[in-house]
Structures are given as C-alpha cells and as structure tokens.
T-cell receptor
C-alpha cells in the first residue's frame, strides 16, 4: 500500500467551480499534515497545514480524519491561477526532532475559462 | 519574505563526475533537508540535517551522497560519482525550531541535474 495515496486526476473544472481532493495515508504514527501546490517544474509551495479540527484559509478548506487516515482539500470559487498539481504531504517524526515529509503523487487541477 | 535559495538552477554533468549542489536555507532555520523529484514522479526524501549531523536518511541516500554545512549559511549536497539515474530535480528545504515551526518545511526553487 502506498504511504500517501491521491487520485492523480486530472481534474478539469470551469472557473468558479468547487473542487475537492482526497488523500489517504498509511502510517498511523504520522503527526503533521499539509497540502502543497506545485506548478510545472517548480518547487512545492506550502498551501496550508491541516489540523484535526479542520481549518480554512480564504477559499481553501482542509480537513483531517485521523481515525480514517484521510485528508481532504476543498477549493471554492476556483480561479485560473489555481491550476497546479496539489500534493498531499504527511510528516512523520524521525529520530530526535527531525521529520521527513512523505509526498503523494499529486492531483493535477486545470481550471478552465 | 525570507526564502530558500539554490544554485545552480541547472547542472549538466558527465556520468561518473562529482557534483555539488548548493543551498542557502532561511536564516533562522536550524533543520535542513534534501529531496529529489525524478521527472514525472513524486518528491522523495533524501536526508535531514540538524546540529551539524545527519538526523535521518532514506534508502536513496547511499554512500555516493554526502551533505555538509561548510559555513553559517550554506548547505550542500555532494554526489561523488553521478549515475544516469541521478538525473532529477533536487530540492533543498528548511524548517524552524519549536513546535509546529519545525514541521513546516519551505522549499527552494531546485537544481535540475542532468547526467549524460
């Protein structure tokens, strides 16, 4: 089973649509959860951290279900600039304080005019 | 806004040659990381570094790889004898200290390594 699993897409949606991405992770010891976005041939950029209570940042809402080992990202009122690959990322404590990020393969989103 | 920087942006080398990839982490961060992404594949962890020593490394990070913090600002990844399969984008990342700031890693723009 993959450590972090995402639907690869692609998701093609019209501007203004609401789109949801899902992700599951296999390591129950995982401690921190993130959504990053990655534009073509660029670095991953932090979109938001995901907390157990769920959190919202403008048009973006992230949810975490630890019991089901499931993470989601909802984008409302999508913009052309939201077109990117969305990476589900899980952080598992390594020895000491250092942590390593485990990335999903990403879900590709294209927002169409 | 502080950011991670990396040089060069693109490195072309012959198989068997040594390469050094350079990174300048965010200035008050104390945890440093290298990741790689082979074209079309997911980002993979290589190594984490704290307090002048490796904290953890993946199976990819074999004896051909080494990391160093030669001074107060640079963090380097050396590949001693490059192979064709080392061709990838290499990302440096850093994170802060204490609580959630240690969790959140910020990535540099990457160095595209092409091994011929």
């Amino acid at each position: 089973r993959k450590e972090v699993e995402q639907d690869p897409g692609p998701f093609n949606v019209p501007e203004g649509a609401t789109v949801a991405f899902n992700c599951t992770y296999s390591n129950s010891a995982s401690q921190s959860f993130f959504w990053y976005r990655q534009d073509c041939r660029k670095e991953p950029k932090l979109l938001m951290s995901v907390y157990s209570s769920g959190n919202e940042d403008g048009r973006f809402t992230a949810q975490l279900n630890r019991a089901s080992q499931y993470i989601s990202l909802l984008i409302r009122d999508s913009k052309l600039s939201d077109s990117a690959t969305y990476l589900c990322v899980v952080n598992t404590r390594a020895s000491g304080s250092a942590r390593q990020l485990t990335f999903g393969s990403g879900t590709q989103l294209t927002v169409l005019p | 806004e502080p950011e991670v920087t990396q040089t060069p942006s693109h490195q072309v080398t012959q198989m068997g040659q040594e390469v050094i990839l350079r990174c300048v982490p965010i200035s008050n961060h104390l945890y440093f990381y290298w990741y790689r992404q082979i074209l079309g594949q997911k980002v993979e962890f290589l190594v984490s570094f704290y307090n002048n020593e490796i904290s953890e490394k993946s199976e990819i990070f074999d004896d051909q790889f080494s990391v160093e913090r030669p001074d107060g600002s640079n963090f380097t990844l050396k590949i001693r004898s490059t192979k064709l399969e080392d061709s990838a984008m290499y990302f440096c990342a850093s994170s802060g200290t204490g609580g959630r700031s240690t969790d959140t890693q910020y990535f540099g723009p990457g160095t595209r390594l092409t091994v011929l």
